[in-house]
């Protein structure tokens, strides 16, 4: 029987468990499926962990969600084709849910069927290798600490890349007598109250940390942007200025020639495609944005046809 391997059940790889089950409904053979998630649960991103750095096994910490977290995309924009907020919810919703409720309506879409069977849960992959006509994949159940050694048709690659942050270099970082992370270990706004917050980045997280640093009573918070700033009507409270060029003590200087004092710095510097398990020829090499030539609805083919990228579309 043909095995299909799919590596981390976030919303691409529930996705595919999904199509699977529907296809099996209709009376369509299916291939044999394991999953594998580095996680307790399925979820992916969408699960809030009060950790950062690693978790309980060592391993480190892929989830990037924080408390307070809203979608600052409507659900209109968001919503699977085949089952609709309202179906899931039985009544109309704001089209900004919070981060529980988008989660509530991800896992509602699978958890009635049985496909949780199929997932081997705190079970990190450790190695794909491609020998010309099957994939090993070598897995680490991480609650046992025993690794196995599977063999597959095709493997389907759903891990992710929004889990190893970018972390650029400013002059004075080291010497900086302050708080210094990126977004990925942001977790809760209230560790800002009453301090001078620098946010780097002009994008979505960018936006949405330096508003919910303001809320939670951040004595000021400058944006700071690499090219265009995203020119919204601020809050008194809020700026935006053009990137960093130094820091000098508790002092950051930009390019634009504004100076800050600041307690906090929170790097809304992005993510890197980084797939540790899979050996050099099957690696996609690329940076944040993806415009491959092989891609067609979110789904890229590497050139053996049996590797299997999930959810690449360009951002």
């Known amino acids: 029987m043909t095995k299909v391997a799919i590596v981390g059940t976030g919303p691409c790889g529930l996705s595919m468990l999904r199509a699977f089950e529907q296809a099996e409904k209709k009376g ?43 979608s600052n995309g409507p659900k209109e924009c968001l919503e699977f084709a085949d089952y609709s907020f309202d179906e899931h919810f039985g009544k109309p919703i704001p089209s900004f849910p919070p981060r529980e409720v988008l989660y509530d309506y991800i896992i509602g879409r699978v958890k009635k069927g049985s496909l949780k069977d199929k997932v081997r849960f705190n079970t990190s992959v450790s190695s794909v290798i491609y020998n010309g006509n099957n994939f090993e994949v070598v897995s680490h159940d991480k609650k046992n600490n025993k690794f ?22 400013y002059p004075g970082m080291k010497s900086f007598p302050g708080r ?23 994008s979505y997280s960018a936006e ?11 004595k000021s918070v400058t944006i700071g942007y690499r090219n265009n700033p995203m020119g919204f009507k601020w809050p008194n409270g809020v700026k935006e200025v053009h990137y960093l060029d130094k820091l000098e003590g508790n002092k950051a200087i930009f390019k634009d020639g504004h100076e800050q004092e600041a307690d906090a710095i929170i790097l809304c ?10 050996t050099e020829e099957l690696k996609l090499k690329t940076r944040n944005r993806l415009y491959p030539p092989k891609l067609y609805k979110g789904v890229v083919w590497q050139d053996n046809h049996k590797l299997l990228y999930l959810g690449m579309q360009s951002l």
């Open 28 to 70: 369509e053979k299916i291939p044999e499926i394991i999953c594998f998630d580095k996680q307790e649960n399925w979820g992916g991103l969408w699960n809030y962990s009060w950790r950062t750095g690693s978790d309980q096994y060592g391993d480190p910490v892929p989830n990037s969600m924080y408390r307070y977290l809203w």
């Open 148 to 169: 196995s050694k599977d063999n597959f048709d095709y493997v389907v690659v759903s891990s992710g890349h929004f889990s190893v942050p970018f972390i650029p270099e």
């Open 180 to 202: 210094i992370l990126h977004s990925h270990d942001f977790r809760d706004a209230e560790e800002f109250r009453g301090k001078n917050v620098i946010v780097l980045g002009s």
């Open 208 to 218: 949405d940390v330096a508003l919910q640093c303001h809320k939670y009573g951040a």
């Open 269 to 278: 510097s992005g993510y890197l495609h980084h797939f540790p398990f899979l």
